[in-house]
């Protein structure tokens, strides 16, 4: 292990520099990564029996308290897995904001290596008794990876994937269509999973998501929007536009050649009084120009989504 210069002076100077160390890492690091950058062995145990670190997994510390958000666990994952590792899975669909983060701290971090045998580390402080590091072996090749919050994941083509694998399909439309909301899916990724993915094991959940992804995907601004999207291309119905601007104001959905407009209608949102007004102006607005709106909320599609959207393809005269 190749140290940098000694870090020497006073107790109090030496702890000031490990405060700035911490500082800039999720105030998390590995007892190889303070040796390496000119801590002591010595000092660092001393550190851990004053308190001062805490060993939160194993040979991986946390300065003054334990562990309070996710980035810090996370980080603590990674280097525990040792060098080369990248979150996946869930962590790394949680880092990238595809999937909803679960209150309080994670029970699993999942974290592939390029090293090693699958492995798993058992969280050592009190805010990780409940937490397990899951390491599993990962090849990742140039471009699997790439940085978040300061921190090693895969990609999300390669994070979905894994996370398909132990996920319900809901769960699976879910994050896909987020990850494409959020720009990060497009058509290089799509491209990623037909040549690198065939043979993993969440790749066949995530497949009937790949055939029916578009470009139009990345326009939409809520799950809402690209699930009906998803099962409007899945009927095999002309691609529309999604949030076009038609005659001054947005549109969920338009298809200009049926000069039909579909408001797309989330219980949260649309149900306050004052967006009720703002939807009901719109409205009156595109129809007094000709055209044709529909609003659909959002719980009547959930009961029967493909119902009505064939529903609505009647009415624009496709079927």
């Known amino acids: 292990m190749e140290v940098t210069t000694r870090v020497t002076g006073s ?4 702890l000031r520099v490990l405060y700035r160390f911490m500082a800039e890492r999720d105030f998390v690091a590995a007892k190889d990564e303070l040796i390496a950058n000119g801590f002591s062995d010595s000092r660092i145990k001393n550190w851990v029996r004053s308190g001062r670190l805490i060993t939160i997994v194993r040979s991986v510390y946390s300065y003054g308290r334990d562990v309070r958000d996710l980035n810090a666990v996370w980080r603590a994952g ?13 962590s790394a669909c949680e880092s990238l904001d595809i999937v909803k983060a679960k209150p309080g701290l994670p029970r699993v971090v999942e974290v592939g290596s390029p090293t090693g045998q699958a492995r ?7 805010a990780l008794r409940n937490t397990v590091v899951k390491v599993v072996r990962r090849g990742f090749e140039s471009g699997d990876l790439q940085i ?8 999300a083509a390669v994070a979905l994937t894994d996370f398909a694998a132990n996920a319900s399909a809901r769960e699976v439309r879910f994050a896909f269509l987020e990850a494409c909301r959020l720009k990060h899916f497009g058509e290089p990724d799509l491209q990623y999973c037909y040549a690198h993915l065939a043979h993993r094991r969440g ?3 995530l497949r009937p998501f790949l055939r029916l992804w578009v470009p139009e ?14 099962v409007w291309i899945e009927r095999g119905y002309p691609i529309p536009k999604v949030n ?17 407009a ?32 529909e609003r659909l909320p959002y719980r009547v599609f959930e009961r029967n989504p493909a119902g009505e959207v064939d529903r609505i393809a009647r009415e624009m005269g496709y079927c």
């Open 262 to 293: 579909l408001e797309l209608d989330g219980h949260a949102f649309h149900s306050d009084p004052a967006q009720k007004a703002i939807d009901r102006a719109k409205q009156q607005h595109l129809e007094s120009r000709g055209l044709e709106v």
């Open 217 to 230: 995907l990345g326009r939409t601004k809520s799950v809402y929007e690209g699930w009906f999207l998803l």
């Open 78 to 90: 990674l280097l525990a897995a040792g060098p080369g590792s990248a979150l996946t899975g869930r």
């Open 203 to 205: 790749a066949r959940k």
């Open 148 to 155: 978040s919050n300061g921190l090693v994941i895969a990609r």
């Open 11 to 14: 107790a109090t100077d030496q």
């Open 244 to 260: 076009a601007k038609v005659f001054g104001v947005e549109v969920d959905i338009y298809c200009p050649e049926r000069r039909f």
């Open 120 to 126: 798993q580390f058992k969280g050592l402080s009190p």
